[in-house]
């Protein structure tokens, strides 16, 4: 059963951290693209960061470059989303996906392009 687990959500004031993880089981994960998504009431699912299958390039939403970082452990099956500076706006569902296709260098941004999201974890800034 192929499966992703979202965690690390969480109330938050302005200014604060919260680092999220992706539990991935087997080869969903080691041999594809990760990304991170999030998706506010209301609103569209909007693209935040991405992570080719060796961690060697990352991608970043312009609303969080600077202040968001996106990393994996292999051996862990699991990818993780460090989050720093956090705003009010930031306030979101967050979700993990998996790329459909295999690709050593593409991060797509599209939210279609992506399978096997799990159920988000919840992340809330007060001002």
């Known amino acids: 059963q192929v499966q992703l687990v979202e965690s690390g959500g969480g109330l938050v004031q302005a200014g604060g951290s919260l680092r999220l993880s992706c539990a991935a089981s087997g080869r969903i994960f080691s041999d594809y693209t990760m990304g991170w998504f999030r998706q506010a009431p209301g609103k569209e699912r909007e693209f935040v960061a991405g992570?080719?299958?060796?961690?060697?390039?990352?991608d970043y939403g312009d609303s969080v470059k600077g202040r968001f970082t996106v990393s994996r452990d292999t051996a862990k099956n699991t990818v993780y989303l460090q989050m720093d500076s956090l705003k009010p706006e930031d306030t979101a569902v967050y979700y993990c996906?998996?790329?459909?296709?295999?690709?050593?260098?593409?991060?797509?941004?599209?939210?279609?392009?992506?399978?096997?999201w799990g159920q988000g974890t919840q992340v809330t800034v007060s001002s």
């Open positions: 992570i080719t299958k060796t961690g060697g390039r990352t």
């Open positions: 996906g998996r790329y459909l296709f295999y690709s050593e260098t593409t991060i797509p941004r599209a939210p279609n392009l992506y399978a096997y």
